[in-house]
């Protein structure tokens, strides 16, 4: 970190030049984009895009997860003066154009007109040749999302980080409920599910439709090593799509969410995980359920934040200088 540097840098998402390179502001002032990150819809030049998409009314529970994107950028804030650790010296601040795109635009109170605008949402910044990282809001939003990146590559690879499965049996393809959409998911054929699996799972499920899954103690028996191992065999090299429901963490970790569950992973297991399944084909991916109301210690977004960064690491990984 230049310490020197934080004197006169301020308000970068609006005022850099540089697409490029670490953001030394500071942590505490200044527009809140991701990572200090420029913000813009256009995608020209640029490897990839994080959003927010600030909806929360499919909740089986605590609402609150439509301030998260904001919240999970504010304590983004803290880390872009550095590269991030653990990655052994990669640099994706620096090495790659990110954009923060700026959040979803839509009604409030036209819910049913939600899940098409996800779709179009996610489809356009596709379309411009970047992936995206996308900033939940509740768990919903991943399953008009998977339409999209379902809609280019095909029948997906998805490694879902949860506490439950949403396999929630639900034929109604309209109802739009976060406890269903991977149920949804895998019955539209927007995921493959011999290529995927479920990480972190600590709640019964009657039918998990072939999805495979390692439930928390025995990722806490077997180790996050053994963990990333299973998941890299799963996905092989097929495009996969990454979905992390911050209720996998334990709520000691994180209990700023609507459906918390003990008994879940530690934050490091977590880190450990991500960090050693670089190399996967992620092509996309999202960090949902982050609900500020319930964590006045900010600690959730936080966990949040890392994990968003962790997601842009292993979207660029495979496309670093070696």
């Not at 605590?62 to 872009?80: C, D, N, V, Y």
């Not at 499920?205 to 072939?210: E, I, K, Q």
């Amino acid at each position: 970190m230049t310490l020197d540097k934080a004197k006169e840098a301020v308000d970068g998402a609006f005022t850099a030049v540089d697409r490029r390179g670490l953001a030394y502001e500071n942590a505490f002032g200044g527009a809140t984009s991701f990572l200090r990150r420029m913000y813009t819809k256009d995608l020209t030049g640029f490897d990839l895009a994080v959003t927010g998409v600030p909806f929360d009314q499919a909740v089986t529970h605590r609402p609150g997860t439509r301030f998260g994107p904001r919240a999970i950028r504010e304590a983004s804030s803290l880390q872009p003066y550095d590269p991030p650790y653990g990655w052994d010296g990669f640099d994706p601040l620096s090495e790659f154009a990110i954009a923060d795109y700026g959040d979803m635009a839509f009604d409030y109170a036209n819910v049913a007109g939600v899940p098409d605008l996800v779709e179009a949402h996610t489809a356009g910044i596709l379309g411009q040749g970047c992936g995206a990282v996308t900033l939940g809001g509740d768990h919903f939003i991943t399953l008009p999302i998977l339409r999209a990146y379902a809609a280019k590559y095909g029948p997906m690879s998805v490694v879902q980080f949860d506490a439950h499965s949403d396999l929630w049996p639900d034929d109604d393809m309209a109802r739009i409920d976060h406890g269903t959409m991977m149920y949804k998911a895998v019955k539209l054929g927007l995921v493959d599910v011999t290529r995927s699996i479920q990480i972190g799972i600590r709640t019964e499920c009657a039918d998990y439709l072939g999805m495979p899954y390692i439930a928390a103690r025995r990722c806490h028996e077997k180790g996050s090593g053994w963990v990333a191992e299973q998941i890299k065999a799963r996905v092989g090299d097929h495009p996969t799509y990454v979905s992390f429901d911050i209720d996998a963490l334990d709520p000691a970790f994180a209990p700023g969410t609507g459906t918390p569950v003990w008994g879940g992973l530690a934050s490091w297991q977590a880190a450990a995980i991500l960090r050693d399944i670089a190399g996967i084909d992620m092509v996309g991916g999202d960090v949902v359920e982050v609900s500020p109301p319930y964590d006045t210690t900010g600690a959730t977004a936080i966990a949040g934040a890392h994990i968003a960064m962790e997601l842009c690491c292993l979207s660029l990984w495979n496309k670093r200088k070696k």
